[in-house]
């Protein structure tokens, strides 16, 4: 199933459409590889997907076992590497602070967040260092 439609502005920019809501993204190259940097870069994009399938993985866990999930923020830092350039590092600082849960319910939240898919696709190709607190 087609998800997607993406489409060349020129500039080194891009404008990405999700085919079921219309939603819009744009991109930009960054300022190291030729852009101006004034959007997300698709390696940014992939970075902060981690982030976004992270907790929305653990968002299904709790509503799967009735677990309140009220809170969660996250930054995202981005390591590149070059010859080939390449995503090489991304660090993953999740806030969840702001849950009422003990802590044998967190390690299960968290193991929850970590099996997300773009993880397990990043795995083995990109390091991936995440810190949850």
Same mark, same amino acid.
């Given at each position: 199933?087609? &998800?997607?439609?993406?489409?060349?502005? #020129?500039?080194?920019r891009t404008e990405c459409t999700h085919l079921g809501s219309g939603?819009?993204? +744009? =991109?930009d190259?960054?300022?190291?590889?030729?852009?101006?940097?004034?959007?997300?870069?698709? =390696?940014?994009l992939v970075a902060t997907s981690?982030?976004?399938?992270?907790? &929305? +993985?653990? #968002? +299904?866990y709790? @509503? &799967?076992? @009735?677990?309140p999930f009220v809170a969660a923020e996250a930054t995202i830092e981005k390591h590149m590497a070059s010859d080939p350039r390449r995503i090489s590092k991304?660090?993953?600082?999740?806030?969840l602070s702001?849950?009422?849960?003990?802590?044998? =319910?967190?390690?299960?939240v968290i193991a929850a967040g970590k099996a997300c898919p773009v993880a397990r696709t990043l795995e083995g190709n990109v390091s991936l260092e995440l810190n949850i607190h």
């Open positions: 199933m087609k &998800t997607a439609s993406v489409r060349y502005l #020129g500039e080194l939603t819009k993204i +744009i =991109t190259a960054p300022l190291d590889n030729h852009g101006k940097a004034e959007a997300f870069s698709p =390696t940014d981690l982030a976004s399938c992270v907790m &929305t +993985i653990m #968002g +299904i709790c @509503q &799967t076992h @009735q677990i991304i660090v993953l600082d999740l806030d702001g849950n009422d849960w003990d802590e044998r =319910t967190k390690q299960k």
